[in-house]
């Protein structure tokens, strides 16, 4: 029984969705012959019309009988184009009236989604969710901070580096002594001591050097004294 129901209300449903349809091609199909109507009783007023032209200077009566025909044909044509605006002006009627219940149908439907879309949400929720976002973001950053800013893998010893650059030097000089025949090829890399080593051997201290030049300087200006 509910099923028989269920199938009456569909039908129901579905005859007054489609009756606006039918009623506008039945009034369109009416349109039309009205249409035919009308060009046929214009067809028929002009050839009354030379009927009576043909007959003005001959036969009177047959003329006057062709503008009578006329005039009938008139008045029906007179009616038959009033009733094509109404029915036209039906035609449009029903039309803006179907367009506007299926807008109306169509924002309902707009109206019921954004009601479920928005079921769940409200503004705390929204605050909350904004919040926890702002979150993340700032601990992104900081997470990017902490990994560009510290250096992976073990340090390097500056020092270490110095002295390493110091022993290449060294190395470099000894091979540019070596090809310049300073020394002798198979007496090796010559090595020359730092200056927390002690002296050079051969070289005299600073303040030794200091005194034989005061020494030369005074010795020259006594001779230069004697031959004055």
Known sequence: ??????????????????????????????????????????????EQQAIAKKNISTNKTAAKQALMRKKQHEHSLNQTTAQ????????YSIEAANINQETLKAMEKAGK????IHGGLTIDKVDETMD???????????????????????????????QELGQMEQEAL??????????????????LPSAANGALPG??????????????????????????
């Open 1 to 46: 029984m509910s099923g028989l129901m269920g199938w009456i209300t569909g039908n129901s449903a579905q005859k007054r969705k489609a009756a606006p349809k039918d009623a506008i091609v039945a009034l369109r199909a009416h349109l039309e012959m009205l249409q035919k109507r009308e060009t046929h009783l214009q067809h028929q007023m002009d």
């Open 174 to 191: 000894d091979e540019r002594m070596t090809n310049t025949g300073s020394v002798p090829a198979d007496h090796g890399a010559l090595r």
């Open 203 to 228: 070289s005299k201290a600073p303040a030794a050097r200091e005194e034989e030049d005061e020494e030369a300087e005074l010795a020259k200006l006594q001779a230069e004294m004697a031959m004055g």
């Open 84 to 91: 094509i605006a109404t029915i036209e002006q039906e035609v």
């Open 113 to 116: 989604a954004m009601s479920s």
């Open 132 to 162: 926890k976002l702002r979150e993340q973001h700032a601990l992104g950053e900081e997470i990017a901070q902490a990994i560009t800013s510290s250096p992976i893998g073990e340090t390097v010893d500056q020092d270490d580096l110095e």
